[in-house]
């Protein structure tokens, strides 16, 4: 039963601007902008980013990384459109929990310890920050396993819970210098919360379901669909955050000339490597990039195989013929992308379209676990 009559809206909203967000990021990320603000969550002491001459000489006085307007607008933009998200996520929270006893006092309470914390970062009060957002995280978590499932309350506070770990680790990505591990995982936060959101769309929105006598046999296969594409979608980030993208040229099947060229496999899928260093424009040699790129590359096609797979069983199950199709296409075009980037050498346009290509596989997965069930 949805919460609101204007609940599925609400939700609709915060579905594609979660998308547009993820899709944006990959923007930021791709034209180097990550680091392009150099504080969180202002961009140069400002709430908005150094525009004029003076401004700029001031940020350029007080910061050792100079300003380059043109990559601190795209990262305050993003920040500033991921706070709206952030908000809408609330109101959904808010409806959903409001008929629940202490969940308003659960999730306001939990976001305004969030928001104290906020200012008490910028302070360099780092303990006593960090704290507050592990307790609002637990209060968050406590309430959503009490709470009543079907009613939406469960799945909009894990969303709450979900988007201030994200919150966390845009911050993260900042301090920390661009970290491999971090931005992986910041990629993987944003497509969680599409999931989560389209999910939440599909299901409070009127008439949405497709009743199935065959329900309980195909929704198992779309969820290991969504395992395999979350899995390839991390190699792409671990790939992106490394910066090996490019590691075999613009060769493509071979690498470098050849079909396994020289691979560092072991330094290349090092999580974590300390705190400190700057990751901008990447630390690992060749042959380490070179791995990470073959690792992608050979686990494109485990994709490729069970989707087909799927869609060719979807397109023999009666009234799920479009739905075959949408992820054969999507598919093709996503395979396309990919071989493109390397060909070309990864420009901007076909890359950011490539992350809206593993956007795109995700949300039809999702959309179908939303909408299928049993007859």
Known sequence: MSPHRHFHRLAWAAAILAICVSIFGAHVRLT????GCPDWPTCYGKATWPAAEATIAAANERFDRPVEVGKAWREQVHRHVAAILGLMVLGLAVLAARRHRNGLLTVLGAS????????????????TSSVLVAVAQLWLIAFAVRARDGDFTRITTVALAVIIIQAMLGMWTVTWLLKPIVVMAHLMGGLTMVSILSF??????????LPRPDA??????????VGIVGVQIALGGWTSANYAALSCGTDFPTCLGQWWPESD???GFILWRGIGVDYEGGLLDGPARVAIQMVH?????????????????????????AWAVALAVTLVLQWLLGIGNVVMGLPLWMATLHTAGAIALLFILISLIARVRSA
Do not use: C, H, K
């Open 32 to 35: 180097d902008a990550g680091l």
């Open 112 to 127: 305004a310890l969030v928001a104290l914390a906020i200012p008490l970062y910028m302070a360099s009060w780092y303990v």
């Open 200 to 209: 939440i769309a599909w299901r409070a929105t009127p008439s949405a379901a």
């Open 216 to 225: 309980s046999l195909l929704r198992p296969w779309l969820w290991v669909g």
């Open 265 to 267: 496999f072991r330094e």
């Open 297 to 321: 590359r050979l686990f494109a096609i485990v994709v490729a195989v069970y989707l087909f797979w799927l869609s060719w069983r979807m397109w023999r199950m009666p009234g799920m013929g």
